[in-house]
């Protein structure tokens, strides 16, 4: 990555000069996630030359605006108006102007609108310029404390089970962590679907409010992370970006399996299944729901 940068910074614009727009660019224009103080000098310089910003919530985006002393003209650009939006865009640059496009927080296209309005530019052969700035994926990444090399980000999981289901036996086994967003209401049944399909001793960082007033960080197993909610009411809202961890290897995982099903038939000897369910989870970590299924199972084998 640094093959073009000199000893004096030549390349990277370090000359002090401001970032002007130029005619018929599109920039992919990154804001801040929360701290408004996370826009860069760069999309600063450009939101107040460009000649057109497209803005996924106008109303949302004229706070980001004010806060700067920006009076940029805007158009809405949002899920459902994108692809009129996008010809819209083209048009504007095609007679010269300049545009910004950005949505509500972090990166247009990456789990939010901007896809449909970047391939109409490309297509149409006009310029379009990333200009990068805060993430919440590699945000989370930083403060994961992970080895690997890779990971694998999932946006936003199907919000039906069935097809939550399929997506979670898709990652199940991913040797790279999983990056996750998810929305406050549906972030209790996300959790519990995770925990019924990966298990309860599977380890997650869990991150709410990113850069914001709020925000917490904190890493446990599935099957321990409804207790954090519940710990705290406040915790049932704001974003959620979720940091699954790699999958175990397959003898680690296949053990851990074997060890569970023996403690859970060992405590049925003694104890009904409700109970023996209720105390096995507590040793493994395991879903409680998914052993209580499985101890009736036993049950009726015996």
């Known amino acids: 990555m640094n093959g073009d940068q000199g000893a004096d910074g030549r390349g990277l614009g ?75 865009v083209v048009e504007l640059l095609r007679q010269g102007r300049s545009v910004a496009l950005v949505t509500d927080a972090g990166t247009p296209g990456i789990s939010d609108p901007g896809a ?23 945000c989370a990444l930083s403060v994961a404390g992970i080895e690997e090399t890779g990971f694998c980000f999932a946006g936003f999981l199907p919000p039906k089970g069935q097809a939550r289901r ?13 990056v996750l967003f998810e929305a406050p209401h549906r972030i209790r049944d996300t959790l519990a679907a995770m925990a019924l399909e990966l298990g309860g001793a599977r380890r997650v960082l869990l991150l709410r409010e990113l850069t914001k007033r709020f925000e917490e960080i904190h890493e446990c197993t599935l099957g321990e992370a409804p207790a954090w909610l519940d ?25 851990a399996g074997a060890h569970t099903a023996q403690l859970l038939a060992l405590l049925l000897e003694e104890l009904p299944a409700a109970r023996a369910a209720r105390l096995a989870a507590r040793i493994s970590g395991a879903p409680r729901e998914v052993l209580y299924r499985q101890a009736l199972e036993l049950s009726e084998r015996t």
Do not use: C, K, W
């Not at 399929?166 to 999983?178: C, E, H, T, Y």
């Open 14 to 88: 370090l000359h002090g000069e401001a970032s002007s727009a130029e005619a018929s660019t599109l920039y992919v224009v990154a804001t801040p996630i929360g701290n408004l103080r996370d826009l860069t000098l760069r999309a600063l310089d450009l939101l107040r030359t460009v000649d057109v910003m497209a803005a996924e919530d106008t109303r949302h985006s004229r706070v980001l605006l004010d806060a700067f002393g920006i009076a940029t003209r805007m158009i809405p650009v949002h899920q459902h108006n994108q692809r009129a939006a996008a010809g819209r």
């Open 231 to 255: 710990a705290d009411a406040h915790r049932g809202r704001g974003e959620f970006v979720v940091v699954l961890h790699a999958a175990p290897p397959a003898e680690e995982a296949a053990i």
């Open 166 to 178: 399929q997506s979670l036996r898709v990652l199940a086994d991913s040797a790279v962590p999983v």
């Open 116 to 138: 449909a309005v970047v391939r109409e530019a490309r297509a149409a052969g006009l310029r379009v310029v990333p200009v990068p700035g805060a993430s919440a994926v590699t």
